[in-house]
């Protein structure tokens, strides 16, 4: 697996994309520095821009990934390697050349500005967390969707649509359940709904961390007064992680039993 | 060495292999012939383990295949369509599957040499035209030394010199007692190369044997005509 990660890392590190992408942070980084001149805002900012942009682009990249290298997975489907290898290689590389760029690309004007003797580091460094898992969680819902079409044009409407109901409807939705259902105790039911998007989750997850109540939300409110900002922080953590698992495996599973 | 036994196949409605029992255990060239859609490249498929038969069993060398992957360390085998990574250049392709192959003695200058692509050795592979990728894809097929060799279409795209070095390789590597499986649609090809046809019909084995038994079969002096004569029998 680590050979197919290696090459399929080394390949997309030396596309232009990759390079557009970093700059386009290394870029927002500076200029959100030099505007705001406060690296709490500065994250913040970034925060809002993140949880949105990086599904986005880690569903687009996966999906485009997984089609472009089609014939070349049929080669390697032809050489003696475990598919589970093949797919988990390729699916490490798209997300963790993304990651770099994400990380490298905010990193270096956050350095220049001199984070590392600010004690926003750790709200920093949770944000470039999150920004990885999100990363690790759309590539992987990407690759399900891809493999499960085999028409690249459904491939993406799905993708699209995907991103589209996570970052956008899905919010849409779930305020106006609120609305609609006032009357009634929507502690859990939000808690809940909450815990089923590792977009919310990621940002509740910084904004717990950062400790501002008033960008906090009416889920980000309940789930501190539910859980406190320690557990709610782990168990938005370790939700996380269970959203980058679980789809992992499906795609595991659909590899191992899929025709080329 | 191939002992392919029931192996039935659909794609959605569509059954393309309808109980295929093939058994090769002797050298030389076979060729899979049959018209399109007839289920050669799932069979080939089915024997790589790319497509996972719905029922059925394919043993090589004695051993099941099904869910193993290390016996495709003793399998060569040319894909029909050549599309490899666009941003590695031919080089870095070539010492990639290399160094994903367990036998590592492969004998790629000799090859890269036949085929004249020094000149491309640097060069990106998407900048490449399709005979130069289906060369590259010969390259990387023939230069490790098993003893099946799998071969889909191997002629798509080659120029003529090209051409008549594949055919000069594929004589080789029989004279070194290899198996060899080919499929293709270029009927003088076949002719000229195979020692023995293996004709799909309509999901199953119509025809095994060699080329004089297939024209005396369908009273046929020609081999192109002869494999008309089964066709259009079926088409009507």
Same mark, same amino acid.
């Given at each position: 697996m680590l050979k197919i990660l290696k090459y399929s890392f080394y390949d997309l590190i030396r596309s232009r994309w990759s390079y557009v992408y970093f700059l386009f942070y290394l870029l927002m980084g500076f200029v959100l520095l030099f505007l705001n001149n406060d690296l709490s805002k500065a994250v913040i900012t970034l925060m809002n821009i993140i949880i949105v942009l990086v599904p986005l682009i880690g569903t687009i990249f996966g999906i485009m990934y997984y089609y472009n290298s089609k014939e070349f997975t049929e080669l390697l489907l032809a050489q003696p390697i475990k598919r589970s290898s093949i797919f988990m290689g390729q699916y490490l590389g798209v997300a963790l050349s993304l990651s770099m760029s994400l990380v490298i690309g905010l990193g270096i004007p956050f350095f220049v500005y001199g984070i590392n003797t600010s004690v926003a580091i750790w709200d920093f460094g949770l944000l470039l967390v999150s920004g990885s898992m999100l990363t690790l969680i759309f590539t992987s819902l990407a690759f399900v969707i891809a493999l499960k079409n085999e028409n690249k044009i459904k491939g993406f409407g799905y993708a699209i649509l995907l991103w589209l109901f996570m970052a956008v409807i899905y919010d849409g939705l779930f305020l106006m359940s609120l609305m609609f259902f006032e009357d009634y105790p929507l502690d859990k039911f939000s808690l809940i709904a909450t815990l089923l998007n590792p977009v919310d989750l990621s940002r509740v997850l910084i904004l717990l961390k950062l400790d501002i109540s008033a960008l906090l939300g009416y889920t980000g409110a309940v789930f501190q007064q539910f859980f406190g900002t320690r557990l709610g922080f782990f168990l938005s953590l370790f939700m996380l992680t269970v959203w980058f698992i679980v789809p992992t495996f499906i795609m595991q599973r659909i590899a191992m039993k899929k025709d080329f | 060495m191939i002992e392919v036994k029931d192996i039935h196949k659909k794609f959605g409605q569509n059954k393309v292999l309808e109980g295929i029992d093939l058994t090769i255990d002797t050298k030389g060239i076979f060729a899979v012939l049959g018209p399109n859609g007839s289920g050669k490249t799932t069979l080939i498929k089915s024997i790589l383990g790319m497509v996972i038969p719905d029922k059925g069993s394919i043993h090589l060398d004695g051993k099941a295949i099904q869910g193993e992957w290390n016996y495709r360390n003793n399998i060569d085998y040319l894909p029909q369509i050549a599309n490899f990574p666009g941003n590695l250049s031919v080089q870095e392709l070539i010492n990639m599957i290399k160094d994903l192959r367990s036998n590592k003695n492969a004998d790629d200058q000799r090859l890269i040499e036949l085929f004249r692509l020094e000149p491309f050795l640097? @060069? @990106? !592979?998407?900048? !490449?035209s399709g005979g130069t990728k289906q060369k590259v894809n010969l390259v990387l097929t023939f230069m490790f030394d098993s003893q099946l060799i799998i071969l889909d279409e191997p002629t798509t795209g080659l120029d003529p010199i090209a051409h008549i070095r594949l055919k000069q390789l594929i004589n080789e590597e029989k004279a070194k007692g290899k198996t060899i499986l080919i499929t293709s649609h270029i009927m003088s090809f076949v002719e000229e190369i195979s020692d023995q046809i293996v004709f799909i019909l309509e999901g199953k084995i119509y025809f095994k044997g060699t080329i004089p038994e297939l024209k005396s079969k369908t009273n046929e002096s020609d081999f192109e005509h002869a494999i008309a004569s089964i066709l259009t029998a079926s088409y009507a």
């Open positions: - | 640097n @060069k @990106k !592979l998407s900048n !490449l």
